[in-house]
């Protein structure tokens, strides 16, 4: 049974760094491509980051392009999320999720597994 459990939110001030992680309790991780997804309250889950198997290849939303980082290390089978100079609209719950695939989705419904989120407030 595949298992994602994130880690590394909290309270941070505007302009502050945070770093996000996301164990997997996968058997073959490097065969999955992984994605960060946020859901602030009242809105729409909406994508962060993803990054290919090899972690040669990521994507990232527009609004957070040149701020936040996405990361692998497959034999630790953790998935990061380097978040620098945070704002207030950054505040939300961040889950990961992984999807047996060689390409790098950008929509949730293209992943398989979920893990449960973890909250990141941004303090104005």
């Known amino acids: 049974q595949v298992q994602l459990v994130e880690s590394g939110g909290g309270l941070v001030q505007a302009g502050g760094s945070l770093r996000l992680s996301c164990k997997a309790s996968?058997?073959?991780?490097?065969?999955?491509?992984m994605g960060w997804f946020r859901q602030a309250p009242g809105k729409e889950r909406e994508f962060v980051a993803a990054?290919?198997?090899?972690?040669?290849?990521?994507r990232y939303a527009d609004s957070v392009k040149g701020r936040f980082t996405i990361s692998r290390d497959n034999a630790k089978k953790t998935v990061y999320l380097q978040m620098n100079s945070l704002k207030p609209e950054d505040m939300a719950v961040y889950c990961c999720?992984?999807?047996?695939?060689?390409?790098?989705?950008?929509?949730?419904?293209?992943?398989?597994?979920w893990g449960q989120g973890t909250q990141v407030t941004v303090s104005s």
């Open positions: 996968i058997g073959s991780f490097s065969s999955y491509a």
């Open positions: 990054i290919g198997w090899s972690g040669g290849n990521t």
């Open positions: 999720a992984a999807d047996l695939t060689i390409v790098v989705p950008t929509t949730a419904p293209a992943y398989d597994y």
